[in-house]
């Protein structure tokens, strides 16, 4: 039972995307448990009403920088627009910034949690608080110094899907792609990571990072991650492995569903590509044999999703923890907390990325353990989808890896370590 207390502590995720928004409302739940201080969110984007039905009270703030970067991920913004897209996050960063600012001190929060919002711990920062951040291995720019997987240049990389002629590079062996590109380009990725926040942090006075370690330096770290699936070495003692923090919407299955399994789950996360539940759907259409759920989130609705096949239903949303353990197989976006899902209770995935981090941090991962298979982005079609999932079902390896990597996840421990982490803090001060 939560003791009084005349604390405060203010949440501040980036609402525009469900898995970070979700991670945040499971620690605060499990943390209002344990503690009987105030706490409160702050945010803007379209999962913030996820909050707001929660009970827990919610600032609204300056919009995302969400939009303006994942349309230069996928490669809407032309590779030529870096300045002026430069310029355009700066300004925005700033009016964030400004408003965060005077939130806490208006607030005065005892401490700030961040989840996928960066501009969070800079406000910290000025504002002289102690900051947690909520992250993952694949998310957090300071974590990569010390990642013991190799580093790759993905196809969902902007320079692929900008210029699809340079994909063969991808298939070149390791040492090639390091010496054509590889090297070069993150290198230029670190550097105006780290130039873009020097410009920010200097014009708000604080010191300027020396490199990607520096990102996470004034803040404590919280990892929501399983240590087997994403190898790290020698991670100084301000990171917390707590284990996956993974929200599914306090939902009932659906009746037709509760009686049934062996299904194929088919979600793409809040961050998928509409088209491909089309490509799906009609590779289905020739696979009766198989029963497919579609999960459609806000991605497309179900009007434009339109007629569908005897064997396919779909819902905007389900609990992914039930569905998983009635499914034969998910595929995904490679979106972490699906993966998770499905890996802890051994179901095989079919991974199609549509950002970097889940092809790399994501997908990649699952196929190194031999529990499922990717697709890309521009390898989608009927027959392709066909192929894989008749490779996945008829051959035990997948199967096999899926089940015993379930033997090492645990879906209930995140939260109550990660609550336990905060309450330490919060009566440590700054440690």
């Given at each position: 039972?939560?003791i ?28 209002s ?8 969110f ?18 609204r ?10 349309e230069?991920f ?23 910034v400004?408003?965060e600012?005077?939130l806490?001190?208006s607030l005065?929060p005892?401490?700030v949690?961040?989840d ?13 608080l ?18 013991t ?7 969902t990389s ?12 991808n298939?070149l062996?390791e ?7 590889s090297n070069?380009?993150?290198?230029l ?13 200097t ?15 004034t ?12 190898p790290?070495?020698?991670?100084p003692?301000?990171y ?25 789950y088919?979600t ?9 539940f ?5 590779a ?17 609705s179900?009007e434009?999703i339109g ?6 239903r779909?819902?905007?949303f ?14 995904c ?14 179901v ?8 970097p981090?889940?092809?790399?941090y994501?997908?990649?991962r699952?196929e ?27 051959r ?5 890896a899926?089940?015993e990597?379930?033997?090492l996840?645990t ?6 370590n ?14």
């Open positions: 039972m939560a009084a207390d005349d604390r405060r502590v203010m949440f501040m995720p980036e609402c525009e995307v469900l898995a970070h928004t979700g991670r945040s409302l499971i620690v605060a739940g499990s943390l448990e344990r503690f009987g201080g105030s706490i409160s702050a945010g803007s984007g379209r999962y913030s009403k996820l909050i707001r039905e929660t009970g827990f009270e919610f600032c703030t300056k919009g995302s920088f969400r939009t303006i970067a994942t230069f996928t490669g809407r913004r032309p590779l030529y627009k870096i300045p002026s897209l430069f310029r355009e996050l700066l300004s925005l960063y700033r009016e964030i400004l408003e600012v005077d806490l001190k005065k005892d401490l949690i961040g996928g919002r960066p501009s969070a711990s800079i406000s910290a920062e000025i504002c002289g102690p900051c947690i951040l909520i992250t993952n291995v694949c998310s957090s720019a300071g974590v990569l110094p010390y990642h997987i190799k580093q790759s240049l993905p196809l902007p320079l692929f899907t900008k210029f699809p002629w340079l994909r063969p590079v298939r062996p040492k090639a792609q390091k010496l054509l590109l070069h380009l993150f290198r990725d670190s550097l105006l990571r780290v130039k873009f926040h020097n410009r920010l942090r014009s708000f006075g604080l010191e300027p990072w020396k490199d990607f370690r520096d990102t996470l330096k803040s404590k770290v919280i990892l929501a991650d399983m240590k087997g699936f994403n790290i070495d020698a991670l003692e301000k917390h492995f707590v284990g996956p923090l993974v929200w599914e919407p306090d939902m009932d299955l659906p009746e037709p569903l509760k009686d049934q399994k062996d299904f194929i088919i793409m996360g809040s961050t998928g590509n509409p088209g491909i089309f490509s799906l759907i009609e289905f259409c020739q696979m009766p044999e198989f029963q497919v759920v579609l999960a459609t989130g806000d991605i497309v179900m434009e007629p569908l096949p005897p064997n396919v779909a819902y905007k389900l609990p992914g923890i039930e569905m998983a353990k009635r499914s034969r197989l998910i595929i976006q490679g979106g972490l907390g699906t993966i998770y899902q499905a890996l802890s209770e051994g095989p995935i079919i991974g199609i990325p549509f950002l981090d889940q092809e790399v994501g997908i990649d699952v190194a353990l031999g529990a499922g298979s990717k697709i890309h982005l521009f390898e989608i079609t009927p027959e392709r989808i066909i192929s894989e999932v008749n490779k996945i079902f008829n035990e390896d997948y199967q096999r899926a089940q990597i379930s033997t996840f879906l209930n421990e995140g939260p109550n990660a609550a336990e982490l905060i309450i330490k803090e919060l009566f440590a001060g700054n440690g």
